[in-house]
């Protein structure tokens, strides 16, 4: 292979052709006046896609994710999420920093968890000693959790115990649209049981940035005053908003391609001797396991000199991520490169 093969997460794409031409065509106005035409189609376009109130885009994922927690939240309140949540490894502290809420962490099956656990998890309201319970956040897919996906009749008893307990139930969607596409569900089942909802735009949708945020309009009134306070205010960003729009409208099924590439690796890999385990693959995330850690660092050499480039998580575990940029011809060399390595 002349060119790398890189396989580390699908934020790595480059936009199509048709979507270029999107952006190139783009109306773009002054999105802080809310005057940007085609970010305004858009959200208009997810809030009618999820069956909710209201949408705001935004140019990151994360920033997303705290807007919604600020939205939820007082400080020195407390949220709930699964230990490989998104919001408590990934996003910098920025739960604490921006809120000033602390996260109760679930140990939940591949990043899902219960609603048996969450009530476990909440603190009692007249306790004072505690922070106060206030949120519930789940992911979906889960990306520690290797793709994984909840199914509505997972989501639906914690619906129900959020409102028992008066809590805001927020999904971090960012591979919301590979959950969809894989289970064959409709987004509007989603609008009904989430406070609010993240669905990112930038990997396997393939679009070159950005996140809107949908809820429901009592929660979603001070979102853009929060996304101005986060630094997110942007003028004519009608250009990136309309390759968003375009991923939506025109590469949302490309992802069943991607789940079928991850399925076929995790058949190939579940063959090999060097193999130890490899997690159940739902979507586009492949995660596995060298049977010798020593063996972990000449593995990952191999593949470089094979001109492909993995993701390390430490001990052994490794994750391979399946896109849009991820052809046929480079899935062959992959797997004949898997092939071709061998323990000393």
């Known amino acids: 292979m002349k060119e790398t093969i890189d396989l580390r997460s699908d934020t790595v794409t480059k936009p199509t052709p048709g979507m270029m031409e999107a952006i190139l065509n783009a109306k773009v106005g002054d999105d802080v006046y809310k005057e940007d035409p085609s970010a305004n189609a858009l959200e208009n376009y997810v809030a009618n896609l999820f069956g909710m109130d209201e949408a705001l885009y935004f140019p990151t994922g ?27 490894n990934y996003e ?21 968890i219960n609603a048996q656990q969450i009530e ?6 007249d306790f004072y000693h505690s922070p106060k319970t206030s949120l519930v956040c789940l ?13 509505l009749s997972e989501i639906q008893p914690i619906r129900a115990l959020c409102n028992k307990h008066e809590l805001g139930l927020h999904l971090d969607g960012a591979r919301i649209a590979n959950a969809l596409v894989y289970k064959k569900q409709d987004p509007k089942d989603f609008g009904k049981l989430f406070d609010t909802i993240t669905i990112c ?26 996304r101005k306070v986060l630094g997110g205010g942007m003028r004519q ?34 063959k090999l001797d060097y193999i130890e385990k ?25 593949l470089e000199a094979c001109q492909i480039r993995i993701s390390e998580m430490g001990e052994g575990k490794l994750r391979v991520v399946t896109h849009l940029d991820y052809s046929d011809l480079m899935h062959e060399h992959f797997l004949e490169s898997l092939n071709q390595f061998k323990i000393n």
Not at 92 to 112: A, D, H, M, T, Y
Not at 241 to 265: C, P, R, T, V
Request: hydrophobic share 35%.
């Open 278 to 302: 490899v997690d159940s693959v739902e979507t586009n995330i492949v995660i596995f396991y060298i049977k010798d850690k020593n063996q972990t660092e000449k593995f990952v050499s191999h």
């Open 62 to 88: 994360s920033m997303a994710n705290q807007a919604a927690i600020k939205l939820h939240t007082q400080p020195a309140e407390q949220l709930i999420c699964d230990h490989y949540g998104h919001v408590y």
């Open 201 to 226: 735009l930038s990997k396997g949708l393939g679009a070159p940035m950005g996140t809107v945020l949908v809820g429901k309009k009592e929660i979603m009134k001070n979102a853009m005053r929060v």
């Open 139 to 151: 992911e979906n897919t889960t990306n520690k959790g290797g793709g994984a996906c909840y199914n």
């Open 237 to 270: 960003v009608g250009f990136m908003a309309a390759a968003g729009l375009y991923a939506l409208q025109n590469q949302m099924q490309s992802l069943e391609e991607d789940h079928k590439k991850a399925i076929e690796i995790e058949a190939l890999l579940n």
């Open 92 to 112: 910098g502290g920025g739960v604490s920093f921006n809120s000033g809420v602390s996260c109760k962490l679930i140990q939940g099956n591949r990043g899902k």
């Open 120 to 125: 476990q998890a909440i603190n009692p309201p």
